[in-house]
């Protein structure tokens, strides 16, 4: 085994392969959804700023753009600047004050030379050119890459009509999980629950940061991406890992590659995705300009550009899949399912073994001077960095009588001096139902949306895991995963970036945010990645909604401040940089 392989290749039974038109206008309207939430964490900003503190919900909708697909009969891939759509729309912030933003709409544009499905290898791009009557020149303005991909399904954008409005990815459905029972075709039933519980989709963040954006100034590219469910007429699964990185890979490099044609700082590429875009989002951040994903760049036709980004926005991520069921079992083992039952506590422990060795293993100390992370002290150490902070910013949002509520419908929550305690015990009874069943993503029946990312040719879905193929129930033989997963899964796991075997191309600002309430994933997951980008010296920005669950944004105008400020770009409606 090779120091590259690392932690991934550690379970039994992997092998290593060692291979690396005219314009014309439209208005629509975005109101704002008032929350109550507050939350607090490492980098936190305080205060929310008349435009960049925009709550948006609804899409732009009506009428449709023009294509602005750039390949010409030499395949090159060139931005045409005059391919635009312009478009208005009318922003109303959490105070009832409206915003008018009129911007440069560029539809569908294929960013790789030799697409495999260009509905879903193209972009759009959104360019401010006028906030409330005044002009906006973004030609320096930090550019947001923002997926839609949810469930690891695909993502098109093919049918926007405006800015945000492409939706949720092809055939799922908003906030719900990361996981969906593997669809014969290329969509599945909208949300529709797999064969152990999970459900597909994407969160909160999908279309509020873009609208954010661009109201603060800036300029929004959205790329669709291959995803797992996507079969040709031979019956091939065309979308399987690792599809969705490398086409959001190829997106960031037609973005550079037209720098002075496409408006923006192509330098300062913040990405942003949700639940498995989350997880996307971070392996973009964490894999700038590996060249693991050389070849399959190539192939595609990817521009021959960088692809490393500045910063990364992850929105409860699901990912570090070969560790994730053991992560969860930790996590929520001692959970009922929504149905009352307990899993099978065989399979629990001896997960939770597995998750006791990995962790040991990443050597991660926690942030705030706390030492090392091990499965024995993790969970004070969740209460202490984030849960704890984060119950106590709610409550004290509350007013005397709000909170005497809580607390009384919350007995197991401490309210002293100002600062909620409660035990770890406490707290998984607070959240209740876990969400999965076990294993929650290398599932022995192969019924996860995990399952079907790391299927193969005319193969729906595939072990990952030695511990899933050990106990497959489908008839399978052997206890080995097949040769070619240990690199799929170091091509998909941002650990393997920043852990060890540091990238230095990797962006080195990290926004991630996770519901207290998310039993989609382990907490663990997204305080792992935080850890290792912090222990690189990152500028890391962690915190956990409180009460919230999957693909919970409460704070999307704090983002957009950040992203300011880490730019050193001055958004509009902000205060400073």
């Known amino acids: 085994m090779t120091a590259d392989c690392w932690q991934f290749c550690r379970q039994p039974g992997y092998v290593h392969s060692g291979k690396p038109e005219a314009a014309r206008s439209r208005t629509v309207k975005h109101r704002a959804v008032k929350r109550r939430s507050?939350?607090?964490?490492?980098?936190?900003?305080?205060?929310?700023?008349?435009?960049g503190g925009i709550a948006l919900s609804a899409q732009a909708a009506g009428g449709t753009a023009s294509s602005s697909s750039s390949r010409d009969s030499a395949g090159s891939l060139a931005f045409d600047p005059d391919a635009y759509t312009e478009l208005t729309t009318t922003v109303t912030d959490p105070d009832g004050t409206e915003h008018s933003?009129?911007?440069?709409?560029?539809?569908?544009?294929?960013?790789?030379?030799?697409?495999?499905?260009?509905k879903y290898q193209s972009l759009n791009v959104s360019v401010p050119v006028r906030i409330d009557g005044e002009e906006v020149d973004a030609s320096d303005a930090p550019i947001l890459l923002a997926n839609s991909v949810g469930g690891y399904m695909p993502s098109s954008v093919a049918d926007a009509t405006g800015i945000g409005a492409s939706g949720?990815?092809?055939g799922g459905a908003g906030g719900a999980s990361a996981s969906a029972s593997p669809a014969p075709g290329a969509s599945a039933a909208p949300g529709a629950p797999g064969a152990n519980g999970n459900t597909n989709g994407n969160g909160g963040a999908l279309n509020t940061n873009q609208l954010l954006a661009l109201a603060a100034g800036y300029v929004v590219v959205e790329p669709g991406a291959r995803g797992r469910t996507l079969k040709n007429s031979a019956g091939e699964y065309y979308g399987v890992a690792p599809a969705v990185i490398v086409d959001l890979k190829a997106a960031v490099r037609y973005v550079r590659a037209n720098k002075g044609r496409i408006p923006g700082d192509t330098d300062r590429i913040v990405s942003a995705g949700t639940s498995a875009g989350g997880a996307v989002s971070a392996l973009l951040g964490a894999s700038g300009d590996s060249p693991l994903y050389d070849a399959y760049l190539e192939e595609i036709g990817a521009a021959d550009a960088s692809d490393a980004i500045f910063a990364t926005g992850a929105w409860c991520p699901i990912t570090d899949l070969e560790h994730a069921d053991g992560a969860y079992e930790w996590n929520w083992g001692s959970n009922a399912t929504g149905s009352g039952a307990k899993v099978d506590q065989t399979v629990s422990k001896e997960l939770r073994a597995q998750f006791a060795e990995y962790q040991a293993g990443l050597k991660l100390k926690g942030l705030g001077g706390f030492g090392t992370l091990t499965a024995r002290n993790y969970d004070a150490y969740l209460l202490e960095q984030y849960l704890e902070p984060s119950a106590t910013a709610y409550l004290a949002a509350l007013s005397d009588s709000e909170r005497a509520t809580y607390l009384a419908a919350h007995t197991a929550i401490t309210w002293k001096n100002g600062k909620a305690t409660f035990s770890w015990a406490d707290f998984l009874t607070h959240v209740g139902a876990r969400k999965k069943t076990a294993p929650a993503f290398d599932a022995f029946d192969l019924s996860t949306g995990e399952n079907n990312e790391f299927g193969k040719g005319t193969t729906l879905a595939r072990h990952f895991t030695a511990y899933g193929q050990k106990n497959d129930t489908t008839g399978l033989t052997g206890k080995r995963p097949d040769s070619d997963i240990p690199e799929l899964l170091r091509l998909m796991n941002p650990m393997y970036f920043l852990v060890e075997k540091a990238n230095p191309h990797r962006?080195?600002?990290?926004?991630?945010?996770?519901?207290?309430?998310?039993?989609?994933?382990s907490h663990t997951v997204s305080a792992n990645l935080a850890a290792a980008a912090h222990a690189l010296g990152d500028d890391v920005s962690h915190l956990y909604y409180w009460d919230q669950g999957h693909g919970a944004n409460t704070d999307p105008g704090d983002f957009i401040q950040w992203i300011a400020k880490v730019t050193g770009h001055k958004a509009r409606g902000t205060s400073g940089k």
């Open 101 to 118: 933003v009129t911007y440069h709409f560029w539809k569908a544009i294929t960013y790789v030379a030799k697409p495999v499905d260009e």
């Open 507 to 521: 962006a080195k600002h990290w926004w991630i945010r996770l519901g207290a309430k998310d039993s989609d994933t």
């Open 168 to 170: 949720a990815p092809t």
């Open 38 to 51: 507050v939350v607090i964490g490492i980098g936190a900003t305080a205060g929310v700023a008349a435009v």
